[in-house]
């Protein structure tokens, strides 16, 4: 079938459907998306929309409305469109068609691409993500169809009431009624219960956990140099802060130190002094950032402690005698240094813990020497369950005794091959500490977890093996054929296994406290795994986020959803294990469609970071013979091809991963360039795509050398020129809708095809006539897809600019050729000038032309990052050092307690309809530009009679500033009520100084 050649992706409805993508950023999560955490994932209606209309012509629909609505039939009715499947007659359009993901990641493209009937193709490099597509597409495609009747009190017994509900259409479930429902969800349901009722009668398990203690809290202690005492280091002293209004809230409890741990629970004391409701209290709380601060209630005021460790200034103190502890170690001996000088101590003291742990382990250490440490773990606080509430206390020795009673119970299983021994990486990250743990001691993944947490996983990881065969055989007794029976148990194992990989994020020594929403922040939820002082670990089968019981339900209600997506679909789907960079597995086979989310260069290091995952689950679906694991489940993702296993991703296929990382390059000595791989891998896919097929990619990266390596990879290498390019809202850190007027310096759809033939351009010689077609590209763009205002229509201008240059190449200026970086600037450029153009303006004050520019690229809150005002820069041809020196910007620290703070810059117009702001602004801008001079005393004249004292020539152009403002505040890029806009409507009218 040919593509079309007007397809309906030029007509994205980008309002409508980043409106419905941002709902699932909420409440309106796709529930398969907590079956396990993943960094990046595409919104569903996102994915949807964009693989339907690149595969469909504009002449398909009469109008947008219509397509829509077969995309998402239940719009009118919900929120959360994505629930819904698209209506037969959209998936009978598109029947046949072959689409093609080769980052498939966490399957948000491939899952909407079965949803639409298509028949799908999902590349995973890494064999944690291709278990986890294996899960998301191949299962619930294969085995929908089977169902098994069961009583509704097994129904209740096993928590399905929602499985019965939704695929009986029934309102409640009856004890004495039969139901059908999904074999895949009863067995995950049915095996997990059981796993979970084993874990709890295990003796052991019995020994080691108090049953109605839901979770400990615990930290390091280190020895004091100074007093000799083991001191806790507590990285923040709060248990609980859930605020309900501005002087309301749910929960109240802190630490506290008297010679030991003292815990304040207000609710708690409420209730035991009775008077008014204990659920919401009314208290005044301050904090600094988000640690320590007051507490003001019922006339009384609290301090909450502050942090006693402080690791980026390598200094704690010790809670005994107070001494501070920033002490140096060398050569083993600790002295008052300089940081220049040896080894923190506290560092020194963590690295000494863990290779004295591994030594006990090994049997060439005592119990009482590797207590002997000079760091060792502590709890401090555990936490009941009882009536749905949290209720903290102290912990005491005997529930630090558990701890090295699991010691001495994991010494007697050593060499097990369940314990995971495999070295993290020796190298740390390009962008900062996220690959840092190892530098600490925690050099094997099995020191990531306490005796207790590393005892009870591996426990848990024998039982889902143990689960594998039990379904094999009893699959076998029911008639199935030995590779059906096998097929089934790998899913049901599968789906267990990733139930156990939510559970240990939640349940290591590097996650922490959460005290105002979640109470427990995961191992990964820093993307990365950083050193932390206050660690959670968790009864496995307690009813707490993260615990194993909670795991499994949240599996539950992802394949839930899974099952009811794909059921009915006429799709096929493949996963396959392989290589962006070659596709070996694919040969010569054609796509109509490649829809992909490649990496962006300094993007998160996958290899390493799913290796906390990947030693869990290659143990839990392998077989073990006591002494090494043998495959059995997915044994491609585990064993080469010879059977010998892979003990870890990192070393195999870290240096295969399109990315960009100082560290990782300099470890495996790779001569390479992220703009070498990006290049080299698209090479490789776009040999599969058909010659008129559309290449969509989506890239969420804000540094402009990132964008350089996309147009560089696709334009000048291999020869794409672009069709449209719209922008998205995505998972992103810093969301298209929250930058504003600079969402296409973040996160886009960009929509290839391969050019034609080569068209050189000299921009020297059709410089106006290029400036008047981008202007027509706008507006005929604004035409179609209706009058949009505000940030649309820079977007437009930009991409109308990139389209129009990479429909070129060579592209030349200036007598050079220009590379990827210097297309990039015209496009900036040009886009600009076709904005001025449609203003009906020309201005030739450059300061002026950059302050303009700035007004139309600032974030909402008047502030631009380094990564935004590079666009400026090239726009206007002068750096940010003499924009600050020309009074247009500011510096400024943006950021908080959970944002990273990073350095920013405000733009410099006034916010407010006052004198005084006015002047603030003028101070800077005095005599750096005659246009901006004139026109902020036009400005105070028009305020408060100010005197003015401008040329002709300037005030000319100074009107000609005016108009563009005014310009721009009717075609909504800067608000009407802008104080600049108001003003400069005010100057235009003032006829007497003209």
Known sequence: MKQPSDPLIKYFPMREVNEYSAVEKGPGRPPYWEMVFWWTRKPLASARAVIASALLSREAYGNVQQFLNDLFPCRNEQKTVHNCNPSPRLIEKLRGRKLLDPFAGFGSIPLEGLRLGLDVTAVELL??????????????????????????????????????????????????????????????????????????????????????????????????????????????????????????????????????????????????????????????????????????????????????????????????????????????????????????????????????????????????????????????????????????EPTTEQDTEKLWRALE???????????????????????????????????RFFKLFNPRQLFTLVKLVKLIREVGKKVEEERLREGLSQEEARKYAEAITTYLAIALLKHVNYNSIVTSTEPTQKFIRETLAFRGIAMTWNWVEEYPVSDVLGSFTRSLSSVIEGLEYLVSAVSGSPSRVRVLLDDASSLSKLGGEKFDVVVTDPPYAYDVAYSELSDFYYVWLKRALSDSDGVSLRPRFLSEAFFDEFGVEIPIQWQVFAPKEVSENKGRFEHFKMNVSFRDLLARAFANILRLLK??????????????????????????????????????????????????????????????????????????????????????????????????????????????????????????????????????????????????????????????????????????????????????????????????????????????????????????????????????????????????????????????????????????????????????????????DDVDVKTARVIIGAEWWQ
């Not at 750096?928 to 036009?938: G, H, I, M, T, Y």
């Open 127 to 392: 064999p944690t993500a291709y278990v986890f597509l294996k899960a998301i597409l191949e299962y619930p495609v294969k085995f929908w169809k089977t169902t098994i009747e069961v009583s509704g009190k097994e129904v209740k017994e096993l928590g399905l009431e929602d499985v019965a509900k939704k695929f009986n259409n029934a309102r409640q479930i009856n004890d004495s009624s039969r139901y059908k429902v999904p074999r895949l969800i009863y067995d995950v349901a049915k095996w997990g219960n059981w796993i979970v009722n084993q874990l709890r009668s295990d003796p052991d398990i019995k020994e080691l956990y108090e049953e109605d203690v839901a979770v400990y809290i615990g930290t390091w202690e280190v020895k004091c140099p100074i007093c000799g005492r083991y001191t806790p280091l507590v990285g923040n002293w709060w248990l609980a802060r859930v605020k309900k209004g501005s002087s309301t809230y749910y929960r109240l409890a802190w630490m506290e130190w008297d010679n030991g741990i003292k815990v304040i629970d207000l609710n708690k004391k409420c209730r035991e002094e009775g008077g008014g409701s204990c659920r919401e209290l009314m208290a005044k709380v301050t904090t600094r950032d988000e640690e320590g601060g007051t507490v003001e209630w019922r006339g009384n005021k609290y301090k909450i402690p502050i942090k006693n460790i402080e690791p980026k200034r390598e200094t704690a103190q010790c809670l005994y005698c107070k001494a501070e502890i920033n002490h140096r170690v060398i050569n083993g001996q600790i002295r008052k240094l300089t940081k220049k000088d040896g080894e923190w101590y506290v560092k020194w003291a963590l690295r000494q813990w863990n290779e004295l742990y591994e030594k006990y382990l090994k049997g060439e250490i005592t119990l009482d020497e590797l207590l002997r440490s000079p760091a060792k773990p502590r709890l401090l606080v555990k936490v009941r369950l009882i009536n749905g509430d949290l209720e903290f």
């Open 409 to 443: 119970k994991l010494r007697a299983m050593w060499g097990d091959p369940d314990i995971p021994t495999e070295e993290l990486w020796k190298y740390t990250a390009s962008g900062g500490g996220a690959l840092s743990i190892w530098i600490w001691g925690f050099d």
């Open 691 to 976: 010659d008129d097929g559309l290449l969509v990619v989506y890239y969420v990266a804000k540094k402009p050398e990132s964008w350089e390596n996309l147009v560089d990879a696709l334009w000048r290498v291999n020869g794409l020129e672009l069709v449209t390019a719209f922008p998205v809202a995505t998972e992103s850190e810093e969301s298209v809708v929250a930058r504003g007027k600079a969402s296409v310096l973040g996160g886009y759809v960009s929509v290839w095809r391969k050019r034609v033939s080569a068209k050189p351009l000299d921009l020297d010689a059709v410089r106006e006539s290029a400036l008047a077609e981008i202007v027509d590209r706008v507006g005929g763009r604004l035409k179609v897809a209706g009058n949009f205002e505000g940030h649309t229509l820079w977007v437009y201008s930009y991409m109308a600019a990139l389209e129009y240059l990479t429909s070129h190449y060579p592209v030349r200026a200036g007598g050079i050729e220009l590379d990827s970086k210097g297309l990039l600037d015209y496009a900036v450029t040009l886009a600009f000038k076709a904005l001025l153009r449609r203003t009906g303006v020309e201005l030739h004050d450059r300061v002026a032309q950059a302050y303009l520019a700035l007004r139309i690229i600032e974030s909402e809150r008047g502030y631009v990052d380094s990564d935004v005002l590079s666009h400026v820069e090239r726009a206007v041809g002068f750096g940010h050092v003499e924009m600050v020196k020309y009074g247009l910007l500011g510096e400024v620290e943006i950021g908080g307690p959970r944002v990273a703070k990073r350095k920013a810059f405000e733009v410099l117009a006034p916010r407010r309809e006052t004198v005084d702001e006015v002047r603030r602004v003028y101070h800077y801008q005095r005599g750096k530009s005659p246009v901006l001079d004139c026109f902020r005393q036009l400005q105070l004249n028009a305020l408060a009679k100010a005197s003015v004292n401008c040329g002709v020539d300037v005030r000319r152009e100074t009107v000609d500033f005016a108009r563009a403002l005014v310009e721009l505040g009717k075609v909504g890029i800067l608000d009407e």
